[in-house]
């Protein structure tokens, strides 16, 4: 297990059950945002996400939902997703736990999901959980939305008096849309089932404060701790996979080298050929006729 430590940004390289039970005090985090492994085949850098049963990767799940229960304050709030068709044993367990206040679906449009024979999945559920119904944060202010009713068709509500318009701005639904993270998008790293800064940005807006400390078990991307940092949170993520930590490392700017090597953002196919063009250089003839384009990089002083 390694440690790496900045500003109030924590990094832990290890087991997460391992983690928890050793590293991380009981009723101390504010927030938790939870994206586990869904047992669902993929490959995370040569480890599969396929347990030998249901019931294996089930009896694991509830075994660090509940270390994450006890780490959570008594006002905290726990986000926590799965599978669409581990969901229902995910809701089952923590309903007999803590308060479920809001099942949560995340939409996408995706041009890979092209079933024939089936309803292609566009969707993962979310639950946001607390510990008490009476006593957690929601910012409900900082997470508006457009209210297309009142912004865009503006009818008047008759019921108040006097008439007046609908409201323009409202809480979300428990329908969100975010687009997935693409190959060509700014935020994208390499993993396979990197969340969007979106969704996080919402959840850490409306479930904890400035200074309040974010946890997450299965950092992958490092996401939540990269938007707890813009938002003025502190932050704790856990992630067993090296090469996940050192992108959490860039992205939290908690060191610049790991074991000697610098730590820069993977280089994409399009932006290598997007350099090597913007490299080309056209040499002319004082008349304008065209001699020859040639690489910057093989023309000698």
Same mark, same amino acid.
């Given at each position: 297990?390694?440690?790496?430590?900045?500003?109030?940004?924590?990094?832990?390289?290890?087991?997460?059950?391992?983690?928890?039970?050793?590293?991380?005090?009981?009723?101390?985090?504010?927030?938790?945002?939870?994206?586990?492994?869904?047992?669902?085949?993929?490959?995370?850098?040569?480890?599969?996400?396929?347990?030998?049963?249901?019931?294996?990767?089930?009896?694991?799940?509830?075994?660090?939902?509940?270390?994450?229960?006890?780490?959570?304050?008594?006002?905290?709030?726990?986000?926590?997703?799965?599978?669409?068709?581990?969901?229902?044993?995910?809701?089952?367990?923590?309903?007999?736990?803590?308060?479920?206040?809001?099942?949560?679906?995340?939409?996408?449009?995706?041009?890979?999901?092209?079933?024939?024979?089936?309803?292609?999945?566009?969707?993962?559920?979310?639950?946001?959980?607390?510990?008490?119904?009476?006593?957690?944060?929601?910012?409900?202010?900082?997470?508006?939305?457009?209210?297309?009713?009142?912004?865009?068709?503006?009818?008047?509500?008759? $019921?108040?008096?006097?008439?007046?318009? @609908? +409201?323009? #701005? %409202?809480?979300?639904?428990?329908?969100?849309? &975010?687009?997935?993270? *693409?190959?060509?998008?700014?935020?994208?790293?390499?993993?396979?089932?990197?969340?969007?800064?979106?969704?996080?940005?919402?959840?850490?807006?409306?479930?904890?404060?400035?200074?309040?400390?974010?946890?997450?078990?299965?950092?992958?991307?490092?996401?939540?701790?990269?938007?707890?940092?813009?938002?003025?949170?502190?932050?704790?993520?856990?992630?067993?996979?090296?090469?996940?930590?050192?992108?959490?490392?860039? $992205?939290?700017?908690?060191?610049?080298? @790991? +074991?000697? #090597? %610098?730590?820069?953002?993977?280089?994409?196919? &399009?932006?290598?050929? *997007?350099?090597?063009?913007?490299?080309?250089?056209?040499?002319?003839?004082?008349?304008?006729?065209?001699?020859?384009?040639?690489?910057?990089?093989?023309?000698?002083?």
């Amino acid at each position: 297990m390694q440690l790496f430590e900045k500003a109030g940004h924590i990094i832990y390289n290890g087991d997460a059950k391992e983690v928890l039970l050793n590293k991380i005090d009981d009723n101390s985090i504010d927030l938790i945002f939870v994206d586990p492994p869904y047992n669902i085949g993929k490959n995370f850098n040569g480890r599969k996400d396929k347990w030998a049963t249901d019931k294996k990767y089930l009896d694991w799940s509830y075994s660090w939902i509940d270390l994450l229960i006890k780490k959570l304050k008594t006002n905290g709030s726990l986000y926590i997703m799965t599978s669409t068709q581990f969901m229902p044993f995910f809701d089952t367990y923590i309903q007999k736990k803590i308060e479920i206040i809001s099942r949560i679906v995340w939409y996408y449009d995706s041009s890979g999901v092209q079933a024939k024979n089936y309803y292609g999945s566009m969707y993962e559920p979310i639950l946001f959980c607390v510990k008490n119904k009476n006593n957690y944060t929601f910012n409900s202010e900082d997470i508006l939305v457009e209210a297309k009713t009142g912004s865009k068709r503006k009818l008047i509500d008759y $019921r108040k008096n006097p008439p007046q318009q @609908y +409201n323009t #701005e %409202k809480v979300p639904g428990n329908v969100w849309e &975010f687009p997935r993270v *693409r190959y060509r998008m700014p935020e994208y790293e390499n993993h396979p089932t990197q969340k969007p800064i979106a969704l996080l940005e919402r959840i850490i807006k409306a479930s904890s404060n400035v200074g309040d400390v974010v946890l997450d078990p299965f950092s992958g991307t490092f996401t939540t701790s990269y938007v707890a940092k813009i938002l003025n949170r502190k932050s704790i993520g856990i992630e067993i996979d090296e090469e996940y930590v050192k992108i959490g490392l860039r $992205r939290l700017s908690l060191v610049e080298k @790991y +074991n000697g #090597e %610098k730590l820069e953002k993977e280089i994409r196919t &399009f932006e290598t050929k *997007r350099r090597i063009e913007q490299q080309t250089l056209t040499l002319f003839e004082p008349d304008g006729t065209q001699l020859y384009k040639t690489n910057k990089a093989s023309i000698s002083k």
